[in-house]
């Protein structure tokens, strides 16, 4: 018995299964324009998980910088460092994000 790729759900089962045990999908009965579908769809869930997780960098980063900027904190308070640290994870996951959305667009 082998292992193979789920082309729904992308888990591991075994080759000799007509369904995936996870997901359900029926990978006996799936056609090339099934499976070239479920891919197509998996790469539109990616790309939108994606630019989700920007839209909530980039909410964190603006929050933090502008609670450290306008929220009335001093540096020497504990306020002022848990914003600092909350825009700068923001902007870095940000970043991150960023670059896994260029690397997906041009490798795949
Ligand atoms: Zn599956």
């Known amino acids: 018995m082998a292992l193979t790729t789920c082309p729904s759900c992308s888990k591991r089962i075994s080759d000799k299964a007509k369904s995936c045990q996870y997901c359900g999908f029926l990978t006996g009965t799936a056609s090339e324009e099934d499976l070239l579908r479920q891919k197509r769809m998996q790469t539109i ?4 998980s994606l630019n989700n997780q920007s839209l909530l960098a980039m909410l964190l980063f603006v929050l933090g910088f502008g609670y450290m900027y306008w929220g009335g904190t001093r540096p020497e308070e504990t306020e002022y460092y848990i914003a600092m640290t909350c825009s ?3 902007l870095f996951w ?3 994000n960023r670059v896994r959305i260029v690397i ?5």
């Open 88 to 90: 700068g994870i923001g």
């Open 94 to 96: 940000y970043v991150i």
């Open 45 to 48: 869930k990616r790309s939108q």
């Open 104 to 108: 997906e667009k041009r490798f795949k």
